[in-house]
């Protein structure tokens, strides 16, 4: 059995909020419309950051998209205004058809520092809504002509599902595998713990077996966490991993547009749901016989360019992966269908590899979509023993809310 520890306090890189002396008018939607704004011209959207700056610019809004946390930069984050207010998401597990925005449409996306700026045509009452995938906040705004830095408030990120506030997160649930806490990671991204429901009891598999063979109640989730555990092991144990109902139970999840994150000892939910895309070193038909007893660390190599970006915002460029139990072998394309039953060719995404003992760098942390959804596997947890938040917990954070964005479109806006 390995020990892992789980106290971790909260410790995260703050990034300062973006703003000049040049103050443009806002209010909230409890507010009044504030003075006329000092003068000052517009400005468009960070170089890098994508979105757009439509002609007949009356005013700039400047601001930081920050974690639940307040402290953590989200990028790629879409910003924009509208006349009406965003729908909420469904309930439950669906495809996600992207946020459709008409040409012209005031927005921008955050760039590796979260910073963004988005010029507005038209002054007086709109919304604004920051969004990041599934975590979505809306708040109305008073719009005045000139430049103006949003507070905070406005730019961070819901900690919870709140419809009166119109703050939306996606329903979360973390399947508790006794060693990769996941829940403590989501915690100190600010996640609150209302927020997730926590799949868990004193008997081995029992509380996992009756939520992953219960279709219904898998397809209320948008995101489920298989953290390592203890549940593809040799028979006497449980293996949960060759069970018919569950296997199915999560292809239909996955397609139908959910979230399916996996590490390491778990490994066996993703080779046997979606056999094709990653192979393991030392894998065979026995359960977790590709699984590693002694953990191992290795330098850390990121692949994603804009991940990497996102990591040098934060003073991060270079790292070690610790604890991985496992090792990726390969990644191969597959040929299967898109949401809409086209056929289309996937091939998985590597974000981060390691090298272990001077070794050539392996996958080590890889999504790929399925239907309408994504799998992310790692190889190594979020939590090794460590007091501060670690780079590898940033790491597979980051892309969690990166895989948390639609299918459809990288940035998660569509223009129509």
């Known amino acids: 059995m390995r020990l892992l520890a789980s106290s971790l306090l909260l410790s995260l890189l703050s990034v300062a909020a973006c703003g000049g002396s040049d103050r443009g008018g806002f209010a909230d939607a409890e507010g009044t419309p504030p003075p006329a704004a000092s003068s000052g011209g517009p400005a468009g959207p960070f170089a890098g950051g994508g979105g757009a700056t439509p002609a007949g610019v009356v005013a700039t809004l400047t601001g930081t998209v920050k974690a639940p946390n307040g402290q953590m930069p989200i990028a790629g984050a879409l910003v924009y205004l509208t006349r009406e207010r965003p729908a909420p998401n469904p309930t439950q597990v669906y495809c996600d058809g992207c946020v459709q925005l008409a040409h012209g449409t005031p927005h921008a996306l955050a760039d590796a520092s979260g910073r963004f700026e988005l010029g507005a045509t038209a002054l007086g009452a709109q919304f604004l809504v920051v969004q990041k995938g599934g975590f979505r906040r809306v708040r109305e705004i008073y719009v005045s002509k000139g430049k103006a830095p949003l507070p905070e408030t406005l730019t961070t990120l819901p900690p919870k599902t709140d419809l009166a506030q119109s703050d939306e997160v996606p329903k979360m649930a973390v399947v508790h595998g006794a060693y990769d806490e996941i829940e403590a990671s989501l915690a100190k991204l600010g996640i609150d713990p209302s927020a997730i429901e926590l799949v868990q009891s004193a008997l081995v598999g029992k509380a996992a077996r009756e939520f992953l063979t219960d279709q219904?109640?898998?397809?209320?989730?948008?995101?489920?966490?298989?953290?390592?555990?203890?549940?593809?092991?040799?028979?006497?144990?449980?293996?949960?991993?060759?069970?018919?109902?569950?296997?199915?139970?999560?292809?239909?999840?996955?397609?139908?547009g959910g979230r399916l994150y996996t590490t390491d000892w778990h490994y066996d939910f993703v080779a046997r749901a979606f056999p094709g895309y990653v192979s393991w070193v030392g894998a065979s038909a026995a359960p977790c016989s590709g699984c590693e007893r002694v953990a191992y660390d290795a330098a850390a190599t990121v692949a994603d360019p804009g991940l990497s970006a996102w990591l040098g915002a934060q003073s991060l460029t270079s790292f070690t992966l610790q604890r991985?139990?496992?090792?990726?072998?390969?990644?191969?394309?597959?040929?299967?269908?898109?949401?809409?039953?086209?056929?289309?060719?996937?091939?998985?995404?590597?974000?981060?590899?390691?090298?272990?003992?001077?070794?050539?760098?392996?996958?080590?942390?890889?999504?790929?979509?399925?239907?309408?959804?994504?799998?992310?596997?790692?190889?190594?947890?979020?939590?090794?023993?460590?007091?501060?938040?670690?780079p590898q917990e940033r790491t597979l954070l980051g892309v969690l809310l990166e895989t948390s964005v639609c299918v459809g479109s990288e940035s998660g806006v569509i223009l129509k």
């Open 216 to 256: 219904a109640r898998v397809m209320k989730e948008h995101i489920i966490f298989l953290p390592c555990g203890d549940f593809t092991q040799p028979a006497p144990n449980t293996d949960l991993s060759q069970d018919p109902t569950i296997l199915e139970n999560l292809r239909t999840f996955v397609a139908a």
């Open 324 to 390: 991985n139990y496992t090792s990726v072998a390969s990644v191969s394309s597959v040929a299967t269908v898109d949401a809409d039953g086209n056929p289309k060719t996937v091939t998985p995404k590597v974000w981060v590899r390691g090298a272990r003992d001077g070794a050539a760098p392996r996958p080590a942390t890889v999504t790929f979509e399925n239907g309408c959804g994504r799998v992310l596997f790692s190889t190594y947890h979020t939590e090794p023993s460590s007091l501060a938040l670690t």
